[in-house]
């Protein structure tokens, strides 16, 4: 099964919610009352589905919109609108970098940075890996498993030991092998905010004092089937420190989606990879546009959009065109 049929199979209970909410004929305020309650009711949150309301109603308004199915693509190009990833939000990918990989137990933040690794390696890069968490049990153990699977090189210490002292090694294997990526598992829970602040930052602090040509980013992995919680671990994460963008995981049967909109749309931070499954291949870069048809299912004929607008303008050229005679 190829990955889009992966998500959409995922995104399947939201897609059809969706679905009916646009089977109904007519645009009234039962049709934006089921509208909000159902984009709210997939995890996109309050905030953002009053921007897609609001927006959505102007557009109504304007095109002189009577049927509910006209709305479809007037609805995805406001989420996508909220989504955009650029071509440079990958950059780092290629170059001397370090990535740090942040997030709360049980997200799939060590199954991620497996995947990514062996990725990378498949495109011809050298990647390293640091297991720099070194407070759970068996997170070492977990993540040789992964790197074994991946083909790339572990640098890791014994449990208990300093996270700085792990990325001090790390980063001096990166420099001595001439690695492309390296990435770094770190604690997902300590006792409170300031540990994780003061652990975090003196790990940079290492980077910064013995690799400072590396670019360093910071991506935080969340459980997409956690929706509300995992837009609050990001806002609390990114209290601690900055973040440069998001892998959501476990979008494949439990998760609901929209969360993946609301994140972006809140915290303008931008997802960057998204997990569909445990397999290697499972975890692939985000497009927004992929993203939407999955949430929409089959919904989003452009070009009955673009007549409708075109149509719209003609009308509006004709009543200029009067107005001047």
């Known amino acids: 099964m190829g990955f889009f049929q992966k998500l959409k199979d995922g995104l399947k209970k939201t897609s059809d919610s969706i679905a009916n909410v646009f089977a109904v004929n007519e645009i009234d305020d039962d049709f934006y009352d089921d ?11 309050f905030e953002t589905t009053e921007k897609v ?8 308004e304007e095109l002189h919109l009577k049927k509910a199915e006209e709305c479809k693509e007037l609805v995805m190009n406001s989420l996508r609108n909220q989504m955009e990833v650029t071509d440079r939000a990958y950059g780092f990918e290629d170059a ?19 995947k990514l690794a062996a990725q990378y390696k498949n495109r011809g890069k050298k990647v390293l890996v640091a297991a720099a968490d070194t407070f759970r049990a068996g ?3 977990q993540l040789k ?9 572990l640098i890791s210490q014994g449990e208990g030991s300093d996270p700085s002292a792990v990325v001090y090694d790390a980063v001096s294997a990166a420099k001595a092998r001439k690695a492309d990526l390296l990435l770094v ?17 003196k790990m940079r602090r290492v980077i910064e004092r013995e690799y400072p040509e590396a670019y360093v980013e910071t991506l935080i992995v969340l459980d997409g089937s956690t929706g509300q919680n995992a837009l609050e671990q990001a806002r609390q994460f990114s209290t601690v420190t900055e973040i440069n963008g998001i892998i959501i995981t476990k979008l494949d049967g439990t998760a609901k989606g929209g ?8 915290l303008s931070v931008p997802v960057k990879y998204i997990g569909v499954g445990e397999k290697i291949d499972d ?30 303008e003609e009308e509006e050229e004709e009543e200029e065109s009067e107005d001047q005679e």
Do not use: C
């Open 35 to 45: 509208l909000e309650e159902t984009l709210i009711s997939a995890d996109m949150g």
């Open 53 to 60: 309301i609001d927006d959505l109603k102007d557009k109504v």
């Open 96 to 114: 001397h970098t370090v990535v740090f990989v942040i997030g709360v137990n049980g997200v799939g933040k060590t199954t991620s940075i497996g």
């Open 139 to 141: 997170a070492i153990a």
């Open 145 to 153: 498993t992964w790197t074994d699977r991946a083909g790339v090189d």
């Open 185 to 201: 598992d770190t604690a997902g829970r300590l006792h409170n905010k300031k540990n994780l602040m003061d652990e975090l930052a």
């Open 259 to 266: 969360i993946a909109v609301a994140i972006q749309s809140e």
């Open 283 to 312: 975890l692939q870069r985000f497009d927004p546009d992929e993203y939407i048809q999955a949430l929409f299912s089959d919904f989003g004929n452009e070009t009955d959009l673009e007549i409708l607008m075109r149509s719209q």
